[in-house]
């Protein structure tokens, strides 16, 4: 006998009848259903306001010679038991066109904004790895950016370069990835 | 046909719906790629300690190398060629000889120059005591390819007073030239 006519029939039938039928209905809603209130599901999104850094040192005698800042915006959303991050991936060295090396080393990664309750801004400063990633931020289990001012995250990157010994040459643009990441 | 469903059979089905929401969630990750792009180009940049070399009492015919009264100068500053192929060098750019107050004639010849400091990795100093001409440049320092080193040395200027007409000679400007490729 289909479902629906019993559910038709419930409201007729003895309680013994209905409890089972309606038991039925409740056991099948729990396993079909995808849970919405039990799970979060995990999001990271971001866009930066600024994605080509240039550097035109003169002298080699800045340690941190800055870049504009990247406004960092988007989604996090992590599970209660998850975590989120955003990470800095480096490409080697950087080879320029009169021989002369650039090491990611030089370089080193600042990011800072308003402080949320389970987001971490971890570098300040800190350097680069050449084919490595750093971690410009962490987020806590349950971390949701919709809940915050203006629902999303929003903070600054900021790249610095050391031009103390960096040889005099010709760079190629070269690509770095900004990895987000949330379970 | 009658259909029963027994509570262990929900339980059942409701244990399983919790492991299964139990198991972790894949990672979510997003890529977005930012270019950095570096040009660091050659330059040249002096500061002077001083920038007047006088000899207010010059009284004898002897001296090939008289140094003068203030005694060197300190050349500071900063000095980067290019990579590979680059070249840098400090000069001094001198006039023309120079008329005294009662007619004699300073010879730029009669004035030399020493550069001197400690050694460094593609610094290379010209010969002490090298004269000067007039307007002529003289080297102080030559770089090499891919000097990045802060400059400090210093610089002293001598007069040759042996044959040097007793007269009073203005004031005159010398350039100290720094260029680098």
Known sequence: ????????????????????????????????????????????????????????????????????????????????TGSGSIALLAPANITGAGGGLLKISYFSMTCSGPSHAGETMVATKAQLVASSSVTCATYAGGFDSTTLSGGQVHFNMMIFLDDRTLDDDTFPATNFTVVASAT | MKTRISFPLIGAFVVLSFALNAVPALAVVQNTTITVSVTKQASAALTLSGSAFTWAHVQADTDHFLASDGGNITVTGTLITSFGSGAGSIAIVSPV????????????????????????????????QTALGPSATTTCATYAANYNTALNFTLGMFLDDRTLPADVYPATNFTVAATAT
Not at chain 1, 45 to 71: C, E, G, H
Not at chain 2, 102 to 118: E, W
Request: proline share 5%.
């Open chain 1, 1 to 80: 006998m289909c479902i629906l006519r019993r559910i038709l029939r419930w409201l007729q039938l003895p309680h013994k009848t209905a409890l089972r039928c309606g038991s039925a209905l409740l056991a099948i809603a729990l396993f079909a259903l995808p849970y919405p209130a039990l799970a979060v599901t995990a999001a990271a999104s971001i866009t930066l306001s600024k994605q080509a850094w240039a550097f035109n040192p003169t002298d080699s005698t800045q340690q941190y010679l800055p870049s504009s800042a990247s406004v960092v915006t988007g989604t996090m959303i992590t599970n209660s």
């Open chain 2, 97 to 128: 000889n120079i008329t005294g107050a009662g007619g004699g004639t300073l010879p730029i010849g009669d004035l030399s120059i020493t550069c001197a400091g400690t050694v460094v990795t593609g610094q290379t100093f010209a010969t002490a």
